[in-house]
């Protein structure tokens, strides 16, 4: 019995490092569909990100950011810390302050349209196909070592 309660007690870190994994492969595989970037933001961004030609993705910062959280007593996720900040220099003269990666994260999920941003969701089409698939292919596995202990 042992076993079956050090794995209930790993499951939750577990399953926030899978989530950011699958959140991390999105980005680099580009594994969504999205309104095309405006043409002058597509222009700046292979002007000065020539790495960068993807969606959610310019210096790296929120890609570095993304990691397994431990929010208290036995609980995690997968998520961005509020006190992640980007590198600076991100805006249009390439000059200007550190901003809050958790800041931008959420303009690109939700959109700003009073920037005319459009919604560009990642965290939660991603959070409902871990749910779907990965999470429970993660409680399986530990079930599995369950079984193996009472064997």
């Not at 790296?60 to 995690?76: C, S, Y």
């Not at 089409?125 to 193996?148: D, S």
């Amino acid at each position: 019995m042992k076993v079956a309660v050090q794995q209930s007690e790993k499951l939750p870190k577990v399953c926030a490092i899978d989530y950011v994994n699958l959140v991390r492969a999105k980005i680099i595989n580009q594994d969504f569909q999205f309104t095309k970037l405006s043409p002058a933001y597509e222009k700046w961004k292979s002007e000065n990100f020539p790495l960068a030609k993807t969606f959610w993705y310019l210096g790296g910062d929120l890609l570095r950011a993304i990691q397994p959280v431990n929010l208290g007593t036995n609980t995690w996720a997968g998520t961005i810390p509020k006190t992640a900040m980007d590198t600076g220099g991100k805006n249009w003269d390439r000059k200007g302050p550190a901003k809050s990666i958790l800041y931008y994260a959420l303009a690109l999920e939700n959109g700003v349209p009073s920037m005319h941003l459009p919604a560009r969701p990642l965290f939660g089409p991603a959070n409902e196909e871990y749910m779907k698939n990965g999470y429970l292919r993660r409680v399986e596995k530990v079930r599995t070592e369950f079984i193996k202990c009472w064997v």
